[in-house]
């Protein structure tokens, strides 16, 4: 079983930054998925950037592509997203998610068997 622990959430304005960080716990396999998930206000969960730590492989959705940054730390078990130029509009509550294999359908959130509790972001105007 995997736990995984998000840090690094706040409130910022727009223009600002911010790095989530997600750490694992657990017996993770060499090969798996991570992926960072946002819930909207509006109930909408979107998936933001996923990272393939066996293959070092990146996704993005098109919407942060260019400012937001997903990356590995393997001595730490953490998975960082860094979140540049952030937007009023990305508001919500950022989780960290995980699954055995590769990131085939990263976006699908039914895909995942393994959350984080969440960590919130506030972009204000």
């Known amino acids: 079983r995997v736990q995984l622990v998000e840090s690094g959430g706040g409130s910022v304005q727009a223009g600002g930054s911010l790095r989530l960080s997600c750490a694992a716990y657990g017996d993770a396999s060499s090969s798996h998925c991570v992926v960072w998930f946002r819930h909207t206000p509006w109930n909408e969960r979107e998936g933001v950037a996923a990272i393939d730590i066996g293959g070092h492989d990146t996704y993005y959705t098109d919407s942060v592509r260019g400012r937001f940054t997903i990356s590995q730390d393997n001595a730490k078990n953490t998975v960082y997203l860094q979140m540049n130029d952030l937007k009023s509009e990305e508001s919500a509550m950022y989780y960290c998610?995980?699954?055995?294999?590769?990131?085939?359908?990263?976006?699908?959130?039914?895909?995942?068997?393994?959350w984080g509790q969440g960590t919130q972001v506030t972009v204000s105007s």
């Open positions: 998610a995980a699954r055995d294999g590769g990131c085939f359908q990263w976006d699908r959130s039914e895909r995942f068997p393994y």
